[in-house]
């Protein structure tokens, strides 16, 4: 009796795979899918890319984020804005503020505090002064950035006026007194955290501005000597 030809697994194979790639088949991969393998770079290329544009998008908005969940949470030792004095009034306790300052490479300014340390009652509402002096012979502009420490205190520091919240321009040689208006929050002695506070820190950091986008801040009433509020 005549016996058929055995065909062997690998050859079954290897015939499939020939079928399969005369179709444009070639196992599961990009080819599987009919691309080319220049269709397949772009594809690859496009996600990429996608994904790029992604973080970097995604790195733009975590900025101004970040800023807003500072301000509104005191986080990073980051100061409160008020409109006005706390409705409780100052209390007995009493609390060492510290004023710090420091100016960025770039920019030619001298920078300081009238006053080093001041003790103020918790709820005071106190007026103190930073001078500024351009030692450039060209008109300058700087901006301040500032925070308090510790940093859990930032959400109890409240600030009613402030000359960072401006771009500063300055004349050759100007010199300019800046007054900071603030308190500290009544609120802080509910804060057992912060039982054992005894002193905070104001510090700020002048940075130069290339491209100033406002006015020069003329002088006023607001920078002159009014006392504490």
Request: charged share 20%; aromatic share 10%.
């Given at each position: ?70 301000r509104a949470t005191g986080f990073n030792g980051t100061t409160q ?74 959400s109890y520091f409240q600030k009613i006026n402030c000359f960072c ?65």
């Amino acid at each position: 009796m005549d016996h058929e030809p055995t065909i062997s697994r690998d050859q079954n194979r290897t015939d499939t795979k020939r079928r399969l790639g005369g179709l444009g088949f070639s196992g599961l991969g990009f080819s599987g899918l009919g691309f080319s393998g220049l269709g397949r770079d772009a594809l690859v290329a496009s996600i990429c890319g996608g994904v790029v544009a992604l973080m970097v998008g995604a790195s733009y908005a975590a900025v101004p984020f970040y800023n807003w969940f500072c301000r509104a949470t005191g986080f990073n030792g980051t100061t409160q804005v008020a409109t006005s004095a706390p409705a409780t009034g100052p209390i007995s306790r009493r609390i060492s503020v510290r004023f710090d300052s420091n100016v960025a490479p770039g920019l030619p300014w001298k920078f300081e505090p009238e006053q080093s340390e001041i003790e103020v009652n918790i709820g005071q509402v106190v007026t103190v002064f930073y001078t500024v002096t351009n030692q450039a012979a060209r008109t300058t502009a700087g901006q301040a950035a500032y925070n308090v420490a510790p940093l859990t205190v930032g959400s109890y520091f409240q600030k009613i006026n402030c000359f960072c919240f401006t771009e500063q321009t300055m004349a050759p040689g100007e010199k300019r007194e800046m007054p900071v208006v603030f308190y500290v929050d009544p609120s802080i002695v509910d804060d057992h955290e912060n039982d054992g506070l005894s002193s905070i820190t104001l510090s700020y950091t002048f940075y130069p501005v290339r491209d100033p986008v406002v006015k020069p801040l003329a002088a006023s009433e607001d920078n002159k000597r009014k006392g504490n509020l």
